[in-house]
Structures are given as C-alpha cells and as structure tokens.
C-alpha cells in the first residue's frame, strides 16, 4: 500500500508503516497474548478471539471477503500444554495460524509462549508475555482430570454469537488492534523456543491446508532477505498517521447494533467455490475432524457435544445464495 502522509493532522505520531501488506499483517501476536492472559479458560478464549464486536483477526485466507473462524485445539503431555489456532478455511479444511505453548517446571515455574506459524511469520516468531497478575487459566490447566480443549465449533457451525466479518484494510487494521492489547503485560520478543515437551507435541498435530495450496508463498518467498516478522518491522518504514480515535472502525456483516461508521466501500460478494451456506444443519454431535491435511491427535479429543443453544448462521443476508443441503449431515466425520 502508498505510504500514507497526514501531517494536516496536529496529533499526528511516527509509526511503522509497509509499503505492501503482508498475511501476518493480519492477526497481531500481541493481542492474542494479551486475550489469553485475561481469558479463564479455553473456551472463552476462543470466544474472545472471535467476538464479532472485537474484531481481532483480520485473517481470510480463503479470499472470500470474510474473516476467518479461528477454531482452538489442545494437546496436553505431562505439564506441559500446546494450544493450536486455527483459520476454517472450508469442510475439513485448516491452516494452523500460531500456537501457544505452556509449560510447567519442577519449581512450579511457568513458561508461556505464543509462536507464530512459519509460512506466515517467518522462522521463530514468539512472544513470551509477562502478565501482572497469574492468569485464571492456569488454574485449570494443572487440575486433577483435566480435560485437553478441542473446539466443537467447525465451517459453517458457530456459536450463537458469532457472524463473520469484512476484513479491515491493513493500515485501519494496525490502529484498530491496539485498543484490543493490555499493555498492563508486557510482551518480549524472543528468537528462540524454551517450550520444549510442547514443540515436540506439535509436529503430530499441524494443519497446513494454505501453505499446501500456496506452496510458494511462504514467509520466505514473501520477503526476501528477512528471516521473520520482527526483521520485517525492524526495517520497514516510518511515515505519520492518524491517531487511531480519527481512524475510522470496520462495520461488520449483518450486526444487530452496526456501527455508525461508513461501511468499506470495495467489499465484494463472496466468490468462494464453497460457500458458508445458511441452511440449517443437524447439530447434534460435533465433528471428529478427520481431515486429509489433519495429522493425527496424540491425546484424546473432547467428548463434549456442541452447545445446546448453538446454531447455525442465519442472518438476512446470507453470504451464499445457495444454501447447502442439511439432508446429507456430516457423515464420515
């Protein structure tokens, strides 16, 4: 994107700012960090991460116009934990966004560290967030029985709160997420994993369904002579803009209270091959998610059914106009 100049503006302050937009561009580490260290738990850590009111991805890397669900798994070994984001991009199909990666030592010292995926972000990508207070999360993760998280919620089955989104343009973006960090943590970047037990567990469990259709858009390819994402930044730009309260807010799809400001005006209809349809779907049991591209689990899934009060899009202006068929379930899942 042109590098933007608005020096008219008398608050004006010095940022960083590319001169094209990049996929990391589009969900900020940071602000996942931050969501976790506030969250009680897994489940209302992925709620947060996709609060339609929020807005904290601005990731759609199936390019149909719409932010991205992000679904989260676990995967638990001794005391150490692996949290697992992942983009929906279609039916049994996932592209893994970051992981977060917790582990416990002998001295009950706990190690947190959100890592970011190395086609989007490059190689080690990783916060080690420092909170204020001890995360309420935690004490779940350490209880008698514990049950590692796995998402019930899958394309086109969300919860009751969820509608999807236009994606912001990446400059409104930028502004946009800082209102979401609580920089009452603090965020340190590191080079280098100390999450050991939870690094093994991953390569058992990776989805790469983007990385295998764009094999030539990784990181690397993206941005020649950078190792990752924190070079990137390192050597970018500066120029001025706007403080972010004069930066206009996205307006989301079909909110009951949308915001007042001027909706995006290159939103296009979604073009997707396989649309989100907006027919009803039998949601009785959730999906085992066997997936090509899915690796197999190294710890049992969940057996929680999906929320009773769960149900499937249906707002007025549905993102496809050809519904897909309820008839067929989800057989083979």
Not at 273 to 282: A, H, I, L, V
Request: net charge positive; hydrophobic share 25%.
């Amino acid at each position: 994107m042109a590098l933007l100049s608005t020096s008219m503006f008398a608050q004006d302050k010095t940022t960083v700012r590319a001169n094209s937009s990049d996929i990391s561009d589009n969900l900020d580490l940071r602000a996942i960090a931050s969501i976790f260290g506030d969250a009680s738990n897994l489940e209302d850590f992925e709620n947060k991460i996709n609060d339609p009111k929020a807005q904290i991805s601005n990731l759609d890397l199936n390019n149909d116009n719409y932010v991205d669900y992000l679904r989260v798994i676990e995967s638990v070994e001794g005391n150490a934990h692996l949290i697992i984001i992942q983009s929906v991009l279609e039916k049994d199909t996932y592209q893994d966004v970051a992981t977060i990666e917790v582990e416990k030592d002998r001295n009950n010292n706990i190690q947190v560290q959100v890592v970011g995926n190395v086609y989007m972000y490059g190689e080690n990508y990783i916060y080690e967030p420092n909170y204020i207070h001890t995360p309420v999360i935690y004490t779940s993760f350490w209880a008698q029985n514990y049950r590692p998280y796995y998402s019930n919620w899958y394309w086109n089955y969300y919860p009751n709160y969820y509608y999807a989104w236009n994606p912001f343009p990446i400059f409104r973006y930028r502004n946009h997420i800082e209102l979401y960090i609580n920089f009452g943590h603090s965020y340190h970047y590191a080079n280098h994993r100390s999450c050991h037990t939870a690094y093994g567990m991953y390569y058992g469990r990776r989805s790469y369904a983007y990385e295998t259709r764009h094999p030539n858009s990784s990181f690397f390819h993206r941005n020649h002579g950078y190792s990752n994402r924190h070079e990137l930044n390192n050597n970018r730009p500066t120029t001025h803009v706007r403080p972010r309260n004069e930066i206009a807010s996205n307006n989301p799809r079909n909110s009951v209270n949308p915001r007042p400001n001027t909706p995006r005006e290159n939103a296009s209809p979604r073009t997707s091959t396989t649309p989100r349809g907006n027919g009803p779907r039998e949601a009785t049991t959730p999906r085992n998610n066997n997936s090509n591209n899915f690796e197999p689990r190294t710890n049992s899934p969940r057996g929680n059914s999906p929320k009773a009060t769960s149900s499937p899009r249906g707002q007025s202006q549905p993102k496809s106009s050809t519904p897909r068929s309820s008839s067929n379930g989800r057989n083979g899942r």
